[in-house]
């Protein structure tokens, strides 16, 4: 089955540690990006990649680190500059860019203590 | 900049219709459905591209005005299962492509 899959489901870390989300897709997909998503609030980019070894900052960059050194990966960090890390995290992908369709991720909930 | 979804929240009873509305102050290229149970991931509804064109399928349909900006969702004969929280992504095109902007949602409630 193709599809995108984030682990782990929770994540628990101390503050002032670095923890890194994964994020697979096995749909050959080029463009791959990071949400943030707070309680009842909308998505916010963080990163997007529209290929291999090529990445771009979204709106909430700051705090944040990614790699694109394959296709299919996507790995997030979260870095201990991050002010508020504590959220939902969803990565998504889509064949294209502009005129395509995203595909979610199941998501990982980060908790900061 | 974030499109302003409206309302913010829709309590319908089975079988009721709906409106939600997407408004952004930034010309755009595309605009983009999703809906997201609680707790899980979004899911694709559909996209609407400059032109000012109508989509839809089964009794979910939207449209995309050009010149005001705005793009409607509308939901006819709902069922139980379109509970959620919907979103609308819009992207502005040129030296963002590839970037979606995000609605803040707008709750919808089925009720039997």
């Known amino acids: 089955d193709g599809g995108i899959t984030q682990s782990p489901k929770y994540l628990f870390r101390k503050e002032g540690q670095n923890v890194t989300l994964s994020c697979e897709q096995n749909?050959?997909?080029?463009?791959m990006y990071w949400y943030r998503q707070d309680p009842g609030q909308g998505l916010r980019l963080i990163y997007y990649?529209?290929?291999?070894?090529?990445?771009q900052k979204g709106d909430i960059a700051e705090g944040y680190s990614v790699s694109r050194e394959k296709k299919e990966s996507f790995p997030l960090t979260v870095t201990s500059a991050q002010k508020n890390p504590t959220a939902f995290y969803l990565c998504?992908?889509?064949?294209?860019?502009?005129?395509?369709?995203?595909?979610f991720g199941p998501g990982t909930r980060l908790t900061v203590t | 900049q974030q499109p302003v979804q409206s309302p913010q929240a829709v309590i319908l009873r089975e079988g009721e219709d709906a409106v939600i509305n997407c408004s952004s102050s930034?010309?755009?290229?595309?605009v983009h459905w999703y809906r997201q149970k609680h707790g899980e991931a979004p899911v694709f509804l559909m996209i609407?591209?400059?032109?000012?064109e109508q989509k839809g399928h089964d009794k979910i349909s939207a449209s995309f005005n050009e010149k005001k900006q705005q793009s409607s969702l509308y939901l006819t004969a709902s069922q139980l299962s379109y509970s959620g929280t919907y979103f609308c992504?819009?992207?502005?095109?040129?030296?963002?492509?590839?970037?979606?902007?995000f609605g803040q949602g707008t709750i919808l409630t089925v009720h039997p």
């Open positions: 998504a992908s889509s064949t294209g860019t502009v005129s395509y369709e995203q595909y």
């Open positions: 749909l050959n997909h080029d463009a």
């Open positions: 990649s529209q290929i291999v070894n090529d990445f």
């Open positions: 930034k010309a755009l290229y595309s």
């Open positions: 609407l591209l400059k032109g000012g």
């Open positions: 992504g819009a992207n502005a095109g040129g030296t963002s492509y590839g970037k979606l902007t």
